[in-house]
């Protein structure tokens, strides 16, 4: 399988930290050498190669022909410069983000960007900040002008139920009396907030610029939020750009952040339409949209992970999960089948395997390919289906599975026995490597 654009960075700055891993000084021939390899890599990533170049000159303007600091390894430090000066790029973070009441939100884009996705990951992470601030949570109201579309708008109401705010579908179907509804509907029913879907193209269009200039104009909205999709790359800033240099874009939220997605149009969007990038779409579920740290992303897209966020994270979606008496149990032998299911789900709550790597310190230094990021996600998938199969006797003392019984928990879960048993061996060396790090860790 090729590797995608994001994961050649990854492995490049890899092998380019192992090259120069353990040097004291850094000679002008090989420091020209790392910095070609670094506009190989940005350039490999989709990065515009105008903003490339104006990388690359910084990079060399601090590098060249200088001492690196004392006591700080040449690979550590050419990583702070190059993660300083894509910080740079991205522009400074917006602080916090929110929509003076009464308020409205738009969300503007191509067709298949995940507009009408994202409207509804943005309105729960509205209610969930709400709530996390110790406020009563905002009346929204969720609503659309999309009628090139109206699966669309069939879309939004399934997501608006999921999330627990209202919907309301217009009698009007065209985008200007639509509009001029929407605006009356809400102020009558004191809704405090508005998030409005509109219409996408395959491209962008002067029809299309001028349908959304009208519908900006009635709706007046506080926040217009350009939705970008992250694995078109470098492509998707030329359009971008025409929607900012048209519409009174607030800032930006790309979707398909993954391991799958370019860098270019995440690192560049801010120096081509001037407004900050608000928001990432880390995945397909209504949780998976996140606030961006640009020196946290920085941190991510170069491999050096994100333990803060990976905190974060785990707080917001894991609730009252006891982590800390899941470790307990576990140097104290007293882990069961039933406390791994509980692990699974967690896991699980927080997000895909592919994910969660980015966040971990370290990890991007690894080989970790597609396949077998897949492959643990399939054997997790297994082993929940064969937890959920046995009984609650069965998984608080595996010792009392015999033949017979391990035949109906596989035939039970759809799997097979040698599957049951792999779970038993990677569950049994689990606790045995708990039982040895905890005895080794004793007093003398």
């Known amino acids: 399988m090729a590797q995608s654009a994001k994961e050649y960075m990854f492995e490049t700055l890899r092998e380019l930290g192992s090259w120069i891993r353990g040097k004291k000084t850094i000679q002008e021939r090989d420091f020209n050498a790392v910095v070609a390899r670094i506009q190989e890599t940005l350039l490999a990533a989709d990065v515009p190669y105008t903003l490339v170049d104006t990388l690359i000159t910084q990079v060399k303007t601090q590098g060249e022909g200088k001492q690196l600091l004392k006591g700080t390894r040449p690979a550590e430090e050419i990583m702070r410069i190059l993660m300083q000066e894509l910080s740079k790029l991205l ?95 809400a102020h009558q029913h004191q809704y405090d907030l508005i998030f409005c879907d509109t219409a996408g193209r395959l491209h962008t269009d002067a029809g299309l610029l001028e349908e959304l200039r009208i519908v900006t104009k009635i709706l007046q909205p506080q926040q217009s939020l350009l939705v970008l999709d992250g694995m078109i790359g470098q492509s998707s800033l030329a359009v971008a750009q025409q929607f900012s240099e048209t519409l009174p874009i607030t800032g930006g939220i790309i979707t398909k952040v993954d391991s799958e997605a370019p860098a270019g149009a995440t690192l560049a969007f801010r120096s081509v339409t001037q407004k900050p990038l608000l928001f990432l779409g880390t995945g397909e579920g209504l949780d998976d949209l996140e606030f961006c740290h640009a020196d946290r992303l920085v941190r991510r ?62 990890m991007g230094k690894l080989s970790f390919s597609q396949e077998h990021i897949a492959q643990g996600e399939r054997d997790l998938l297994i082993f929940r289906s064969l937890l959920n199969s046995m009984t609650r006797k069965e998984r608080l003392c595996p010792t009392i599975l015999t033949p017979s019984r391990k035949q109906r928990i596989a035939r039970g879960a759809g799997r097979k026995v040698e599957d049951l048993n792999r779970l038993l061996r990677g569950f049994e060396q689990m606790v045995q490597y708990a039982k040895l790090f905890t005895m080794r860790r004793l007093p003398r």
């Open 91 to 185: 522009g400074p973070s917006a602080q916090s983000f929110d929509i003076p009441m009464p308020g409205t939100c738009i969300m503007v884009g191509l067709q298949g960007s995940g507009k009408t996705t994202t409207l509804a990951k943005l309105a729960r992470w509205i209610v969930h900040h709400d709530k996390k601030q110790g406020k009563k949570p905002r009346r929204i109201l969720c609503t659309s002008l999309d009628f090139q579309r109206p699966a669309a708008i069939d879309q939004l109401e399934v997501l608006a139920q999921r999330i627990g705010c209202d919907m309301y579908r217009t009698v009007a179907q065209t985008p200007q009396k639509a509009a001029e509804e929407i605006r009356s509907y």
């Open 301 to 362: 897209i170069l491999g050096e992970g994100d333990l803060i966020g990976l905190a974060e994270r785990a707080q917001e979606r894991l609730g009252t999960f006891n982590q800390e008496q899941a470790e307990q149990k576990l140097k104290r032998g007293t882990f069961t089948l039933e406390d791994f299911a509980q692990n699974i789900g967690m896991l699980e709550r927080i997000g895909s395997l592919g994910n969660l790597i980015q966040y971990l310190p370290g």
